[in-house]
């Protein structure tokens, strides 16, 4: 079946501008995380939702980013302001529910730039 | 302060050799432990995982061995094969807390010769 997936693979952008990151999850997957892997780094817990609510964002660096999951299935990372910091791939995972002893399936990310 | 260490972030073995790859932690509330594999462009694959209950888990030609006393744990591969080139994350869990959210290490970039 089809994994997670997430647009666009890669982005580049200018610093100051607003970008949208989205991920798809596997179908019927209630538990939805991102995480971001900046260069030489372990991915980073930023936020995760069950269902449509977003539980824990104390990952999250400032108040820059934002997520949503409006109906419980896709979901989009927003960044206002880019700054050069936020330059990292962005990872998205979902699992049946939520919990680690249910496995993280984790999409390919999408690789942010931002000049 | 990083909780999950991978101290190798690099290791190369013959293929046919074993390969251990090694990590501590200093959160003495994980209790749930994670090895994942990621290919270049690809997003992590869970791999094997361990509980603080046990000391050691097994699967096929991945072990994972955990020494709750030193916080330290470490995968072998037996035998190593060209396609275990990877690099290898150890990732760490409070299932009693926040059961949710993995804590990762840096990886350990593993290369195996033919």
């Known amino acids: 079946g089809a994994g997670v997936s997430q647009t666009p693979s890669n982005k580049v952008t200018e610093k100051g501008k607003y970008v949208e990151l989205r991920c798809d999850p596997i179908?019927?997957?209630?538990?939805l995380y991102w995480y971001r892997q900046s260069l030489g780094q372990g991915p980073e817990f930023l936020i995760y939702?069950?269902?449509?609510?977003?539980?824990?964002d104390s990952g999250l660096p400032n108040d820059r980013f934002f997520a949503v999951r409006p109906e419980g299935s896709v979901s989009t990372l927003k960044i206002q302001r880019t700054e050069r910091g936020d330059s990292a791939v962005y990872l998205c995972?979902?699992?049946?529910?939520?919990?680690?002893?249910?496995?993280?399936?984790f999409g390919p990310g999408t690789r942010l730039t931002v000049l | 302060d990083q909780q999950v260490k991978q101290n190798s972030p690099s290791l190369s073995v013959q293929e046919g050799r074993i390969s251990i790859l090694n990590c501590d932690y200093t959160n003495s509330m994980f209790d749930y432990f994670l090895w994942y594999k990621k290919y270049p462009a690809e997003g992590p694959t869970f791999l094997i995982s361990?509980?603080?209950?046990?000391d050691k888990n097994e699967d096929g030609r991945f072990t994972v061995f955990l020494n709750k006393s030193a916080k330290h744990l470490s995968l072998h591969i037996v035998p190593s094969q060209p396609g275990d080139s990877a690099v290898y994350f150890c990732?760490?869990?409070?299932?009693?807390?926040?059961?949710?959210?993995?804590?990762f290490g840096k990886g350990t970039l593993l290369t195996v010769n033919p």
């Open positions: 990732a760490a869990s409070d299932s009693g807390g926040s059961n949710y959210k993995l804590t």
């Open positions: 995972a979902s699992s049946p529910q939520l919990g680690v002893y249910n496995e993280q399936f």
């Open positions: 361990i509980s603080s209950i046990k």
């Open positions: 179908s019927g997957h209630t538990a």
């Open positions: 939702f069950q269902g449509t609510g977003a539980a824990d």
